[in-house]
């Protein structure tokens, strides 16, 4: 190890040249008088670069200064030290902002992606899948319905179907949804932007191969909406957010292009709470179909409201730390978030480098797998991307397979009676439950990260203060934390770097003992690890349940209540699966099984 690290010498010298020559002496020794700092000089000739000789930089700070951010991070610093950091800091540490500061202020662009890429196999862990094997349900010759309702509500794998036996054509399809849209879309605020002329180019386009017998696969010709995260090239691509409401980028990001490979057909940019938090954008809250009276959470509002109401067949959402979960958890959609790195983010929104992820929700888990096939495999423009085998087979058994779940979470809050009957439905169709236990960490600890890596990728937003211009400004809402995060320190920022290793241990351990785990959807420490480790999850409706109040993203507010319900309405609620790394293949098999044993994702919001 060096004895002195240049890299972090150079960067705090402001206006001081770089020269070697004028390296200037550490060996003066420092007064008592008002400024303690060593005069420069004349450093003689080899001598070492130093820490804390740069000159003083920024405004004055003091010890008082120390004491009340000692409030902030927790620590006691004494008098002494406060008195020797508030001296120092000016030429030991001031400069080193000195890229955002200046004088040489350096630009970091949206690509620069940082240095540091979370990998989520470590060492020892070994991928299940070692070979592409991808095989689907037998294709039946369900009928046509007559009703255009019942063909919107009916699942890719079925509407895949019909357009290929020409049956349905991908224009009617496609008018079936705009209609749709146009009639619902008011109430629920789902759409930012509505592709209708491009959708319905794209459909007739499907048409004419499909009629050449240039059938590319089962999503040719099906519509679909992407939250409005994801470039589209000429169209406009929001992140939900005021300060981007007219922001059009001029290429498709990597997911696009591979949907428009697989000839699905763009219908709408759907909403996603600003800048991906909750489901409040810059036209509103997005609601719930199943509940007109609540949100549809988030931050994948848009494609959670919007496939759960049929006026898509499927669509793309993200998540960071719950936002595929949870709205597919309030809307009773089917909601894949893959393994990260298995779908590449190219020409997507940055939130957080080392935790976003894209997948599909559908409104079965057969679909889901279907569109992940399409969207699949590395990127160059997304360094974190990787080839990883997809193993699927919708006809293999579950019998047999291990199921890990935590007993005590299974009998306490947020689970109910849903997650339990989910547990019962394992043992009936032959699979054995596994008890297995998490240590009683810090894991929320975690979430340094989120804060400071959302904090990083919109800096420029926040420090010109165009974050002002978002509807929500309340304490949970980003401007706030992004704003507060600056004063995370960077020292907790690596601690947190080496929890998240060893949480990812942890769960290597669990999962080597069993092939997946059952876990209530909305417990907070899984939402955390998994995000935090990359396994993938799958969100699936197995249930309803009564609720007599609206469930909100925000932290209660006396002064805005939820509304209540006399007598309680019934929603859909579900169950998450969390799989191996890159083993999406194993928790759909399960997925499939539950759906079947459950029976309930054939029902659809009354009204819609």
């Known amino acids: 190890m060096m004895k002195r690290r240049q890299f972090l010498i150079k960067a705090p010298m402001g206006v001081l040249a770089v020269a070697s020559a004028d390296r200037v002496s550490a060996q003066a020794t420092p007064s008592a008088t008002a400024n303690p700092m060593p005069t420069p000089t004349q450093a003689p000739a080899g001598a070492p670069p130093v820490f804390g000789n740069a000159p003083a930089f920024g405004p004055e700070v003091s010890p008082a200064t120390f004491a009340e951010a000692e409030k902030l991070m927790q620590v006691q610093l ?33 690509t620069d992606v940082p240095a540091s890429q979370w990998n989520p196999v470590l060492p020892g862990i070994h991928i299940a899948p070692t070979k592409n094997h991808f095989v689907r349900s037998p294709q039946g010759g369900r009928p046509l319905p007559a009703s255009d309702r019942d063909i919107a509500f009916a699942p890719v794998h079925q509407l895949a179907y019909w357009i290929e036996h020409r049956q349905l054509s991908a224009e009617r399809l496609t008018r079936i949804y705009l209609e749709r849209i146009h009639r619902f879309n008011p109430t629920l605020r789902c759409v930012i932007t509505l592709t209708e002329e491009h959708a319905l180019e794209q459909a007739r386009q499907a048409d004419r191969e499909i009629a050449a017998g240039k059938y590319r696969g089962p999503l040719h010709g099906i519509p679909y909406g992407v939250k409005d995260l994801l470039d589209t090239a000429g169209i406009p691509t929001t992140y939900g957010a005021e300060p981007f409401r007219d922001r059009i980028p001029t290429k498709d990001a990597a997911v696009m292009q591979r949907l428009h490979a697989a000839g699905a057909i763009l219908i709408a940019k759907l909403s996603l709470g600003a800048l991906a938090l909750n489901d409040i954008w810059f ?132 689970a109910n009676e849903v997650d339990r009957a989910a547990l019962d439905a394992v043992k009936a169709l032959g699979m054995i439950p596994v008890p297995v236990t998490l240590p009683d960490w810090s894991y929320d600890s975690l979430n340094v990260i989120l804060f400071a890596e959302g904090a990083a990728a919109f800096e ?149």
């Open 283 to 414: 036209g509103g809250q997005t609601m719930n179909p199943w509940l007109i009276e609540e949100g549809a959470s988030g931050s994948s509002a848009g494609p959670g409201s919007a496939t759960a109401a049929g006026l898509v067949a499927f669509s793309i959402g993200s998540e960071t730390g719950g936002s595929i979960v949870s709205p597919s958890m309030r809307c009773g959609v089917t909601g894949l978030r893959p393994t990260f790195g298995r779908v590449p983010r190219t020409g997507a929104m940055t939130l957080c480098w080392s935790l976003d992820k894209l997948g599909p929700m559908t409104r079965s888990v057969e679909d889901a797998m279907l569109v992940l096939k399409a969207i699949s495999g590395p990127d160059a423009g997304d360094a974190a991307s990787v080839s990883a085998p997809l193993a699927f087979n919708a006809g293999a058994p579950v019998r047999g397979l291990k199921v890990g779940y935590i007993a005590q979470w299974m009998k306490e809050d947020p």
């Open 78 to 110: 004494s008098e002494a030290e406060r008195r020797m950091a508030s001296e120092s800091w000016r030429s030991l540490m001031a400069g080193m902002l000195e890229r955002r500061t200046g004088p040489r202020t350096t630009t970091l662009e949206s």
């Open 460 to 608: 420029e937003l926040t420090l010109d203060h165009r974050l002002d211009q978002l509807k929500e400004q309340v304490p949970d809402a980003w401007p706030n934390i992004f704003r507060s995060a600056r004063f995370l320190s960077a020292v907790d920022l690596v601690q947190a770097d080496r929890l998240r290793r060893k949480v990812a241990l942890e769960m290597a351990r669990i999962m080597n003992d069993v092939d997946l785990l059952l876990v209530p959807s909305l417990r907070d420490e899984m939402l955390v690890i998994s995000n935090n480790t990359g396994h993938p999850s799958l969100t699936l409706r197995t249930g309803f349940v009564n609720v007599s109040e609206a469930r909100s993203d925000w932290a209660p507010d006396p002064a805005h209540p939820l509304p209540q319900f006399s007598p309680p309405r019934r929603v859909p609620y579900g169950v998450t699966l969390i799989g191996r790394l890159f083993d999406e293949g194993t928790i759909a098999r399960v997925g499939l099984a539950l759906e079947t044993y459950c029976a309930v994702a054939d029902e659809h919001p009354p009204g819609f």
